[in-house]
């Protein structure tokens, strides 16, 4: 799984960037533009709402995508610098990268908004990561399930002399209807009993010698 603490189950730090810039992108587009095109809707006239929607998610969603790229660029960066710096793959880098890239965006707001923004994007990643962890402990404890038994009656073992076997009598529970009993009926169960046969053969008693 690991090698000198470092998970090898995800993509390399360099690769790892690049596809949560792209990700990032991918979903602020998205969500930016159902945003805005309900937004459109909403505010625009009547005759032109799709219009005004399809406008206003053209427009805007594009900063979204920007904005999310940016954040998750960041985001991955630090993250894979903590990883390189501790040698070790852990929910703490994660928290950690939060807080440096909500406190590196909020900086030309000033020191203390800075501050103020990276300890609020710590305690966000810390909430996200200790759900992850609970959700895992979760599904470990969860007893495996237990496979159905089999319904179907074990095959019959074939006689001795070669003869096909018996087919059982079964009893085959009859259909009771989608408003049986709601109007006092009683429910029987119609019992369909399948007759054995033996399959008859014509062969001789005894075995014909061959004179060749």
Request: proline share 8%; charged share 15%.
């Amino acid at each position: 799984m690991s090698s000198g603490g470092i998970d090898l189950s995800r993509n390399p730090c360099p690769d790892r960037i690049l596809e949560d810039v792209g990700f990032g992108f991918g979903m602020g587009l998205l969500g930016g533009s159902a945003y805005h095109f309900a937004k459109g809707l909403y505010n625009s006239p009547r005759g032109h709402r799709l219009a005004g929607g399809a406008t206003a998610a053209r427009m805007k969603a594009p900063r979204h995508g920007g904005a999310f790229a940016v954040w998750g660029g960041l985001f991955s960066t630090f993250d894979c610098a903590l990883v390189h710096a501790r040698n070790k793959e852990d929910p703490w880098n994660a928290i950690a990268a939060g807080g440096f890239t909500e406190g590196l965006l909020a900086l030309r707001r000033g020191l203390w908004a800075s501050a103020a923004h990276a300890a609020t994007g710590a305690a966000f990643l810390a909430l996200i990561e200790g759900a992850g962890i609970m959700l895992n402990r979760f599904l470990a404890l969860q007893p495996p399930l237990q496979q159905q038994p089999n319904e179907y009656p074990p095959q019959l073992e074939a006689p001795a002399d070669g003869l096909p076997a018996p087919i059982a009598a079964q009893e085959i529970p009859g259909s009771i209807g989608l408003f049986g009993g709601l109007f006092g009926r009683k429910q029987h169960d119609h019992k369909v009993a399948v007759k054995s046969e033996l399959l008859e053969l014509d062969l001789p008693s005894t075995v014909v010698p061959s004179f060749d």
